[in-house]
DNA sequence: GCATAATTGGAATGTCAATTCCAACTTGGG
DNA sequence: CCCAAGTTGGAATTGACATTCCAATTATGC
């Protein structure tokens, strides 16, 4: 064996500051082409072009194009999270989640509304095809819903939604709206369907306050 | 010039009873195949040994596979559309809206929650890569969300929905839920995701109900 | 029945992708 | 300073894929 085919869990190899550095080089530029193109439709020698790296570096450090993928879907996870942040962790108002998904919807507007979610292109591509992005993918949605469900938790706990609210639920609903709006607008090259969706299941959410 | 490369608008060649069968049999076979692998995971040796053809059959019928990729977006919207009639057309009360829902998650739940929408997976592969693909599938989402927001439109102006009720934002939100609902459930094997997000918009398309 | 056009088979072509290999070079710890 | 390990370059291999070509076969309108 001469290269560390499963780098995340057997972390049994020492990264150089530059290798380290080359490797994340490697993740970014491949997140980059593969959200605009897909996995599929992003070859190794558009990322070796792309990244100014050779072959053998992007194989040194990922095994192989699989491990490649799997690395940039926890890089788009933390990545993605992070951007929303700090926002993502105060959802516990009405007005801090509208705040939150006008802020994806300037973004989307901003681009053009070319590209969709960069966890649900990624979901949408490779949930059947490869196991472990499925899990990972999956991963990556709770972590996302998470926050969500956590502050409209505490809107709960402070007594403002009612006890009848499933905050659970209406957080996959959220999450979904905002996947599913993301696509429309996405397909429609317009923001308009992303905000319809999301602002529709934040109304319903409303409806659960207690006044 | 020998093949008929776009084939749709300029209708300018007879097809045998025999030559229109192989067409058929072609398109359904390769959105079979696209369903699954995905469009870029679909070749056409792949195809042509699914469908028991030769090369030269898909090349003469479709021009190449982009125009084959079109073919299938307009059946698949043709079959799935038909398949949800005639509930689709009569979309004008809660209870129908649920039964049409219902009936989507029974089905994904039939498949094991492996693929999400036949339309759906489309867009997502192809409306950042293919421009005449993504009009099209625009398009499928209009003729998809038509009925839809005419059976809302029908409700309005039985009076059992509010004027307040934007019929067309709703019909949006709705399909919204579906896309994103599918592809959570998709990724996380489990239907739920899709039962709650389709849920929480019918549940507040019934707040507007006029009691 | 004939001629024209539609249909089909199957090999050939050229491109490009994923991956492997090995040799050369660099770096960090002792 | 030295060695083992990490890093890099670049060519070579293998296989698949989209597409083209041409020749053979079959159907249809007249």
């Known amino acids: 064996m001469s290269a560390p085919a499963k780098a995340e869990e057997s972390k049994g ?21 593969m959200f605009h193109h897909g996995v599929r439709g992003t070859s190794i020698p558009d990322i070796q072009a792309a990244a100014g790296v050779s072959a053998s570096q992007i194989y040194h450090y990922f095994g192989d194009k ?3 993928v799997l690395a940039v879907i926890d890089h788009q996870t933390d990545t993605q999270l992070a951007r929303q942040r700090p926002l993502l962790d105060s ?43 499925r899990t990972s993918l999956a991963s990556a949605f709770d972590r996302w819903e ?9 809107m709960q706990a402070r007594g403002e939604l009612s006890e009848r609210a499933d905050t659970a639920a209406l957080a996959t609903a959220l999450l979904a709206a905002i996947q599913g709006g993301m696509l429309l607008s996405q397909v429609r090259r317009s923001s308009t369907a992303y905000r319809q969706a999301v602002s529709a299941v934040i109304d319903h959410i409303e409806s659960y306050l207690v006044r």
Chains 1, 2 share one sequence.
Request: aromatic share 2%.
């Open 13 to 33: 190899q020492r990264l150089t500051k530059g290798g380290r550095k080359t490797r994340e080089r490697i993740i970014e530029t491949a997140a980059e082409l």
């Open 66 to 68: 699989q491990g490649l």
């Open 91 to 133: 959802l516990d108002s009405i007005e801090a989640l509208r705040e939150w998904c006008d802020r994806a919807g300037n973004r989307q507007d901003a681009r053009g509304c070319e590209g969709g979610c960069e966890i649900g292109s990624l979901a949408s591509e490779l949930a059947d095809s490869d196991q472990s992005a």
């Open 146 to 154: 998470g926050p969500i469900r956590s502050g409209l938790a505490r």
